[in-house]
């Protein structure tokens, strides 16, 4: 069975730092690539980024909002992802979801395993 | 590329047919997934590629459309449909969301 477990959501000041994690297990982890999504309170879903496997680089890709203050990355001998999250600002505030697609690689046709999310508030 | 879902909002009783509409600002091919949520839950996959249904799926959900129009029907809505409804392009980067369309009992 699939399980994204994620982790290190809390209140964070604007301007300051966090680190999510994402536990993985029940799948070959080093083959997929990897997403994070995020959801607002009360409003709708927001694809933040994308890891590649090191077959193509570990290769990243991201939302405009968060291009430059987020960068993702993976450590396959953990079996785990993470989301390091710079210059954080209120519109940050968010559950932040683990997602693995549907194909390992290549063309995407879906988000099939979501983890069960972890909150991250940005406020003084 | 933009997804716009239409409607945001519908009202519709048990056992009705819906239909929610999903429109990309240029084209995307069959690159669509539908994704079902409910309060407090992760979004769950329902249809991948505009029109296959995931595993465990009921086959009252369908999916159908290319290029720039697509849509998810609910043929006999029941009580557990009741959610959010969103779609997800995956032609280009980056994967954006439609805005989503929320189900309410009537």
């Known amino acids: 069975e699939v399980q994204l477990v994620e982790s290190g959501g809390g209140l964070v000041q604007p301007g300051g730092s966090l680190r999510l994690s994402c536990a993985a297990s029940?799948?070959?982890?080093?083959?997929?690539?990897m997403d994070w999504v995020r959801q607002a309170p009360g409003k709708g879903l927001e694809w933040v980024g994308r890891?590649?496997?090191?077959?193509?680089?570990?290769?990243?890709e991201y939302a405009a909002s968060v291009k430059g203050r987020f960068t993702i990355s993976r450590d396959d001998s953990e079996n785990s992802l993470y989301l390091q999250m710079n210059s954080l600002k209120s519109e940050d505030t968010a559950v932040y979801f683990c997602?693995?697609?549907?194909?390992?690689?290549?063309?995407?046709?879906?988000?099939?395993?979501w983890g069960q999310g972890t909150l991250v508030t940005v406020s003084s | 590329i933009q997804l716009t879902q239409s409607p945001s909002f519908l009202s519709a009783s048990v056992g009705d047919r819906v239909t929610i509409t999903c429109r990309a600002s240029?084209?995307?091919?069959?690159?669509l997934a539908w994704y079902q949520q409910k309060p407090g839950k992760a979004p769950k996959l329902l249809i991948s590629?505009?029109?296959t249904l995931q595993n465990g799926v009921p086959p009252r959900f369908s999916g159908s459309g290319s290029g720039t129009e697509f849509t998810l029907t609910i043929s006999s809505l029941l009580p557990e449909d009741f959610a959010s409804y969103y779609c997800?392009?995956?032609?280009?980067?980056?994967?954006?969301f439609g805005g989503g369309t929320k189900v309410e009992i009537k």
């Open positions: 997602t693995r697609p549907l194909r390992p690689t290549g063309q995407t046709l879906g988000l099939s395993d």
């Open positions: 029940g799948f070959i982890f080093s083959d997929h690539y």
């Open positions: 890891t590649r496997n090191k077959a193509n680089s570990y290769t990243t």
């Open positions: 240029q084209g995307i091919s069959s690159y």
């Open positions: 590629a505009a029109s």
């Open positions: 997800q392009q995956f032609n280009s980067y980056p994967f954006t």
